[in-house]
Every structure is written in structure tokens, then in C-alpha cells.
T-cell receptor, first 112, second 112 residues
């Protein structure tokens, strides 16, 4: 079972470049989330979605955009990357809100 | 707003010794509480969860946690630690139906 798959796993960007992280889940989950993980700060919620066609802001949404055009996919976009966005990004999904989260393996992004 | 505090950044225990990781939460009503484990380079995996009912919950890998409303705590315990338990542990709280908030994590080192 694939579960939650994130691509790419590693990426290096220059300041000002744009990119998109793709998250795909095969569990038919309604809820999907994007978190970033930084040393000593745990996981912080960037954006989330409670169903196809919906998105909402989390704790740290600035500089990011998301889309959920299909139920199984949740895209995270950086329009103009900044060094402060260097982080490990995790996608997660759940069957219900506030339920068990299933995580991908993470995407490590470095912005120079 | 909901929040989680994990006061111990790093804990070292000897193999075979008991373990307790501390977690305090802030939320106005009865929350949903979780413990997740993260091995290096991996996503997070659910160890156990508390939604309601019995305040002592059992999880995978021999872990348990106790919900204490009076202390706003949800401490994780294991009677005898194995070397394979070395990882980072995250406590999380969900007060609403859509968002899970994580603590900053406790890194566990196991020495022989």
C-alpha cells in the first residue's frame, strides 16, 4: 500500500524561484494537510483541506498556496521562494478531522 | 487556541529502563490527544490516541499514556525501553474537527 506519497523528496531552489510539492494519497481520505518541520519547533500547519475543492489557512500560511482539485491530491506551491522556507515539508491525510494522521516521508527543501 | 508543551527536548535512558515523556496541553474542553513517533528521515507514525473513555490508553510497541484532566497532561510511558525506541516523539492535541497541533518534540536516546 502506497499510503501518502510526496514528490519530490529533495529540492534545492534559489531565492525567488517557484516550485510545487505534490502529495498523493490512495486511502480516499477527505482531509489533507501540509506541515513544515523545523528544528526545535515541531510541526507547524501551513494549509489544510477538508475535501475536494476546499482549502484553509493554518498557522504559517504566508508565502504558500495550495490547491485540492482532486480528492487524492493536495499541492503546495511556493511562488517566490525565500531562505526562511528552507525546511522539511510533510503531507498528511486523515479520514476525519482530528483523527489519526497518515504522513508521507517528507520533502526536504533548501532555498539558497 | 489549543497548544501543546513538551518540556523535555532530549532524554537519555538505558536500555531496559522505564521511560516517561511529558506532555501538557491547553484547550478549553476535552481534547483529542495523540502521541506520534518519528524515526530519522521518516514521517510520523501514530503510537496511541485518546478520544474519550478510559484515561489509560494502550498503543503500539508497548507504549501507554494516561490522560489527567486535572493536570492537563498526557504523559507517555513504557516499562522497559529497547534500543529500537530511539526516535523523536511528538505529543499532539486536536480541539476542533479540523486541526491537529503538535508539540516541539522530545528526542529519545537509548544507551546500552
Amino acid at each position: 500500500n502506497a499510503g501518502v506519497t510526496q514528490t519530490p523528496k529533495f529540492r534545492v531552489l534559489k531565492t525567488g524561484q517557484s516550485m510545487t510539492l505534490l502529495c498523493a494519497q490512495d486511502m480516499n481520505h477527505e482531509y489533507m494537510y501540509w506541515y513544515r518541520q523545523d528544528p526545535g519547533m515541531g510541526l507547524r500547519l501551513i494549509h489544510y483541506s477538508v475535501g475536494e475543492g476546499t482549502t484553509a489557512k493554518g498557522e504559517v500560511p504566508d508565502g504558500y498556496n495550495v490547491s485540492r482539485l482532486k480528492k487524492q491530491n493536495f499541492l503546495l506551491g511556493l511562488e517566490s521562494a525565500a531562505p526562511s522556507q528552507t525546511s522539511v515539508y510533510f503531507c498528511a491525510s486523515s479520514r476525519q478531522g482530528a483523527g489519526e494522521l497518515f504522513f508521507g516521508e517528507g520533502s526536504r527543501l533548501t532555498v539558497l | 487556541a489549543q497548544s501543546v508543551t513538551q518540556p523535555d527536548i532530549h532524554i537519555t535512558v538505558s536500555e531496559g529502563a522505564s521511560l516517561e515523556l511529558r506532555c501538557n496541553y491547553s484547550y478549553g474542553a476535552t481534547p483529542y490527544l495523540f502521541w506520534y513517533v518519528q524515526s530519522p528521515g521518516q514521517g510520523l507514525q501514530l503510537l496511541l490516541k485518546y478520544f474519550s473513555g478510559d484515561t489509560l490508553v494502550q498503543g503500539i510497541k508497548g507504549f501507554e499514556a494516561e490522560f489527567k484532566r486535572s493536570q492537563s497532561s498526557f504523559n507517555l510511558r513504557k516499562p522497559s525501553v529497547h534500543w529500537s525506541d530511539a526516535a523523536e516523539y511528538f505529543c499532539a492535541v486536536a480541539g476542533g474537527y479540523q486541526k491537529v497541533t503538535f508539540g516541539t518534540g522530545t528526542k529519545l536516546q537509548v544507551i546500552p
